[in-house]
């Protein structure tokens, strides 16, 4: 079956921009989590969902950062006025239910400028 | 910041050689977990260990959930060209979300 599926693949932006990176889980999955992945280290985690809530954001940097999952399945990482330290890989994840293993996504590169 | 220590940073490997990689963390995880990561891909599950000494195996690759809870490594086997990537090794609570080591590069002995 598909696997998590993330777009875009790579994003450039200028500093102070807006961006929404979109992440489609595994069918099925109710939990689902973004990561963000800085050049050299491993995946941060930022934000999990647990079906349409937000169940823990305790790893969003500032309120520049915000995600969403209305429906349960689609979520989208919303970035506002952009800064070069927000450059990195954005990893979104899916798991059965919590505490099951997450698959992951392929990333979305982003590039602030 | 990231709690897990993960050792070496990156090896080179010749193709047959064995590999052997660990995580050290300052706190104790329930589950201890070993990702592999390509160029442009996300991380990829490849043993997960659930229980303080356990020794699981899949194909050429062991790894092993310390006693203390506090640590965890990961061999390889015979390696062959296809092994190169990172490695990342996660620790994780029920409840809380996965912890990530630094990652360990393999490379190939030019």
């Known amino acids: 079956g598909a696997g998590v599926s993330q777009t875009p693949s790579n994003k450039v932006t200028e500093k102070g921009k807006y961006v929404e990176l979109r992440c489609d889980p595994i069918s099925g999955h109710t939990a689902l989590y973004w990561y963000r992945q800085s050049l050299g280290q491993g995946p941060e985690f930022l934000i999990y969902?647990?079906?349409?809530?937000?169940?823990?954001d305790s790893g969003l940097p500032n309120d520049r950062f915000f995600a969403v999952r209305p429906e349960g399945s689609v979520s989208t990482l919303k970035i506002q006025r952009t800064e070069r330290g927000d450059s990195a890989v954005y990893l979104c994840?899916?798991?059965?239910?919590?505490?099951?293993?997450?698959?992951f996504g392929p990333g979305t590169r982003l590039t602030v400028t | 910041g990231q709690q897990l220590n993960q050792s070496p940073q990156s090896m080179f490997i010749q193709e047959g050689e064995d590999v052997s990689m660990n995580c050290t963390s300052s706190?104790?995880?329930?589950?201890w977990l070993w990702y592999k990561q390509d160029p442009g891909e996300g991380p990829v599950l490849l043993i997960a260990l659930y229980k303080a000494g356990e020794l699981t195996s899949n194909g050429r690759l062991t790894a092993q959930f310390g006693i203390t809870r506090k640590d965890s490594f990961l061999n390889i086997s015979a390696s062959i060209p296809s092994d190169v990537g990172i490695y990342f090794c996660a620790g994780h609570n029920a409840g809380n979300m996965l912890t990530f080591g630094g990652g360990t590069r393999l490379m190939v002995k030019p």
């Open positions: 706190s104790i995880f329930n589950t």
């Open positions: 994840a899916s798991s059965l239910a919590r505490d099951y293993e997450q698959y």
């Open positions: 969902f647990q079906g349409t809530g937000a169940a823990d």
